[in-house]
């Protein structure tokens, strides 16, 4: 069964909060994650990625600061690495954690660099392990991984990053099967919204550059992916 995220079913935009929290810890680290669940998100969303023996991990650059690429490295080399005096997380303790203290997480699959399907079937493998399967969602800029990953799983929930304005929403999502889809600010139109809607889709904004908008007046914006979720709610409120 798939997360119900509609603002027309929840009766209200959701937050979700980026890379864990943006501020003064490490993005996607223990330290973000558990902060953006303290500010209130009602989703965070973290970076995926998989090691050489194929252990997915939380981190965003695809190379560490020294320039060596993480999926050239096995996981016992990148466990010992700190990045501001923080670890990289395993996403199979991330996935233990948010299920203990009741967190949705939005994990961003960071593929490019790895064989085909192999990060998502990994991940896929860690969320039945942990019975997490029906309480996370997936997002994918790979719409083929995105589609792979839904017809082998139908009870996934599943978003697809878009960066750039689509010719005929509606028929796309229903294409690839996609729960929900993402919006960048400044690239979409009123009736695109519609459209998504009426394939049954939900919609995340993100890049919000503009926090002085009536967007969220205007518009059913199901989620708004922010640094921060209590300047995300502050947005929300304004009028």
């Known amino acids: 069964m798939t997360l119900e995220l509609l603002k027309s079913k929840t009766g209200r935009t959701l937050v979700e909060s980026h890379r864990g929290v943006e501020g003064e810890v490490p993005e996607n680290s223990w330290a973000a994650i558990?902060?953006?669940h303290e500010l209130g998100a009602d989703l965070i969303e973290v970076d995926v990625q998989m090691s050489s023996d194929r252990v997915p991990f939380l981190r965003h650059n695809y190379q560490l600061p020294d320039g060596r690429?993480?999926?050239q490295l096995t996981w016992n080399v990148l466990k010992e690495i700190r990045i501001e005096n923080?670890?990289?997380?395993?996403?199979?303790?991330?996935?233990?954690?948010?299920r203990d203290v009741g967190v949705i997480l939005s994990l961003d699959l960071k593929s490019v660099f790895t064989p085909e399907f192999a990060l998502s079937k990994e991940v896929i493998r860690l969320l039945e392990r942990t019975g997490t399967k029906e309480k996370m969602l997936l997002l994918f800029l790979d719409h083929q991984e995105l589609c792979h990953a839904k017809q082998s799983h139908p009870d996934l929930t599943v978003r697809a990053l878009v960066t750039g304005r689509l010719a005929g929403y509606a028929e796309y999502v229903k294409k690839v099967n996609a729960d929900c889809i993402s919006l960048s600010y400044g690239m979409f139109r009123p009736q695109d919204v519609e459209e998504i809607h009426s394939a049954g889709s939900s919609i995340v904004l993100g890049g919000l550059w503009n926090p002085n908008t009536e967007l969220f007046q205007e518009l059913d914006i199901d989620i708004l992916n922010y640094g921060n979720p209590i300047?995300?709610?502050k947005i929300l409120a304004s009028k």
Do not use: Q
């Not at 923080?86 to 948010?98: C, F, H, I, M």
């Open 86 to 98: 923080e670890s990289l997380p395993l996403l199979e303790d991330v996935l233990v954690w948010a």
């Open 231 to 233: 300047e995300a709610r």
């Open 34 to 36: 558990k902060i953006g």
């Open 69 to 71: 690429w993480c999926s």
